[in-house]
């Protein structure tokens, strides 16, 4: 069997997918200083609307740095991925109160995890990829039960996962759009429904890591 990662179908629709993400976190508008320091204030107290905030309005500028890292073999979708769990750990500790804007703050984290997943020139090693063991789809996390898919921290969560998990957990569970199945998803991105599985399968695992901290 053909690795569907492969495939020119698969390989078109992550170009879809690049393309709609980018046209959909152009519509974060930047903060201006004060409106970062209030989120900031906010987040802190465990505000998780005002963390995603601040989040969503910073997802172009790892889109920016990711362009930079781009080579043979490394997927601009799994740069952004990484830069995005960076950015989110990024706005569990950022302070404002010192004047320092966020994306100056979580520049360092976001090239370091970007640099840590690209191949290393000098030795030749492969990109590091997160691998899973079981072909067995999980349920959804204890902590995101059915009745809380809805809430905030979930929503927050969601909109730093890399593009392609980010659109296919949306379209799984109904956040902010109509719910659909693996083989609604599939087509509508360009993917078989085996791989829309596993991508559901690694963003449910990447979810209860990243609410794990």
Do not use: H, W
């Not at 980018?22 to 519509?27: L, P």
């Not at 590091?128 to 905030?152: C, I, K």
């Not at 979930?154 to 998990?165: G, I, Q």
């Amino acid at each position: 069997m053909p690795n569907v990662a492969n495939n020119s179908t698969d390989k078109n629709g992550e170009e879809g997918i690049l393309e709609r993400y980018i046209g959909e976190i152009s519509s974060y508008a930047p903060l201006t200083d004060e409106e970062e320091a209030a989120l900031s204030r906010r987040a802190l107290a465990g505000d998780e609307t005002a963390r995603r905030e601040l989040v969503n309005a910073n997802l172009k500028f790892v889109v920016s740095v990711a362009r930079g890292y781009v080579r043979d073999g490394v997927s601009m979708l799994d740069l952004i991925n990484e830069g995005n769990i960076a950015l989110l750990r990024a706005s569990k500790k950022f302070n404002a109160s010192g004047g320092q804007r966020f994306a100056n703050y979580a520049v360092r984290g976001i090239r370091k995890a970007m640099e840590t997943f690209c191949p290393s020139e000098a030795t030749g090693r492969q990109a590091y990829v997160r691998r899973v063991d079981s072909d067995t789809l999980p349920s959804l996390p204890a902590d995101f039960d059915d009745s809380s898919v809805d809430t905030e921290e979930f929503a927050a969560l969601v909109s730093a996962l890399p593009p392609r998990e980010r659109l296919v957990m949306k379209a799984s569970f109904g956040v902010g759009e109509r719910q659909m199945t693996m083989r609604e998803i599939g087509t509508q991105y360009g993917m078989t429904r085996e791989r829309v599985r596993q991508i559901r399968k690694r963003a449910l695992r990447r979810l209860a890591q990243m609410k794990k901290g």
